[in-house]
Nanobody, 125 residues
């Protein structure tokens, strides 16, 4: 599966932004989808993930209550709605697909099988 994240840009603190990640292929619904982010010089960190059917989500504590992941399996697309953005949310955001089972490992970067090119989100103070 091929992925590409879109929707990044410059936003003021407190603002909102929605990222999207369309996927190629017919098996999108068979993947857990995750979002990660990375700041230069730091490790890529888990933001959140959504189950195959979209009924279950999991978020990093740093974004819980502010970010929402959703997916549309008919459109082969996963979304990341970001609200109440903070300067510390500035990063390159990546979407990723995981073929394995749902569990604690969804937070682990190495567990994901496919990655898209990232999109830069910059939050100004």
């Amino acid at each position: 599966v091929q992925l590409q994240a879109f929707g990044g840009g410059l936003v003021q603190a407190g603002g909102s932004l929605r990222l999207s990640c369309p996927a190629s292929g017919r098996t999108f619904s068979s993947y857990i989808m995750g979002w990660f982010r990375q700041v230069p010089g730091k490790e890529r960190e888990f933001v959140g993930a959504i189950s195959r059917g979209g009924g279950t989500t999991n978020y990093a504590d740093s974004v819980k209550g502010r970010f929402t992941i959703s997916r549309d399996n008919n459109k082969n697309t996963v979304y990341l709605q970001m609200s109440s953005l903070k300067p510390e949310d500035t990063a390159v955001y990546y979407c990723a697909a995981d073929k394995a089972l749902w569990g604690p490992q969804i937070k682990v970067r190495s567990n994901y099988d496919y990655w898209g090119q990232g999109t830069l989100v910059t939050v100004s103070s």
